[in-house]
């Protein structure tokens, strides 16, 4: 009888060897991964700095033609002519997975695995422009700044539809929400009412205090010639402290979310354009991006900006854009 217990003893104990053995090897796979993940952000870093530079072949634009996104200084019409618009756009930003860091995979060496990196960490603030009726009030254009800006001169119109700027702002801004959170993003709204008046500094103390991941503004445009149409990205210049820090990232972002845009709407791409006479750019410390989604001064555009297939269709393409560029 004992002899029997013995070899039972003997058989458990080496069971239970074998299963802690499975345990360590899925450590080691793990671990591989979290390499893998750590060398890719590195090469991120090294396309931005090629972002950067392709920039500096940046062509002039004519901003005269595009009314202003941002609440307009009354007599301020020409402090955009160094507004800049990038053709280079969305060079370099596919390329980020492309190589593999093979080094990395050799260090196999155990770690604490860490918990799986969910997009739940990321904020991203939606903010829809404008409200039903615009704010005279004024605000400063930057962080110490004596210069003094409208808060919200009111968008623009549908010319056919006569649909106002800030119904199509906050349907788009309502169906991306639902498509990052569905995502996993956690989506914080600047506003969720169109009754609700805000100024660029208030709204930029809602996502400064979030600590954004990244911000997109949601606009559609209008201009004086009926002929003008297409989808441009606005991105902060980098003048004061604030831009300086997010100048970057914010360009970037700007590329990877226009790119995506246009190709799930198929709009004419009127480029990525720096502004520093944004007054929600300038106060903001966090990336911060305004989509201006197509003429409601185009007969065509204004058609379809009012519609709400159109209004999936680019919510869908900010969305898949914003996944790209904030994973
Ligand atoms: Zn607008």
Known sequence: MKKTLYILLCLSVSISLISCSGKDSKVSSSSIENNNTVAGSNVTKQDDSNLNSGGKNSQSVSASETKEADAKTIDDKTKNADTKVDSNANANTSKVNDKTPNQQVQNTKPETPKAPVTKNNEVIVLDPGHANKSNLDKEPLSPGSKEMKI???????????????????????????????????????????????????????????????????????????????????????????????????????GQIVLSSLIKAVGMPNRGVVERNDMTGFNWSKVPVILVEMGFLSNKEEDKLLSSNDYQDKLAKGLADGICAAIK
């Open 151 to 253: 808060k919200d001169g009111g968008g623009a119109q549908g010319v056919i539809t006569r649909t106002p700027e800030y119904q199509v702002n906050m349907n788009v801004a309502v169906k991306l929400k639902e498509l990052l959170e569905s995502k996993g993003y956690t989506v914080v709204m600047t506003k969720t009412q169109n009754s609700q008046s805000l100024g660029n500094v208030e709204r930029a103390d809602i996502w400064n205090k979030v600590n954004a991941a990244l911000v997109v503004r949601i606009h559609a445009d209008s201009a004086e010639g009926a002929s003008v149409r297409g989808a441009s990205m606005l991105v902060p210049a980098a003048i004061n402290d604030n831009t300086k820090a997010i100048y970057s990232d914010s360009k970037k972002y």
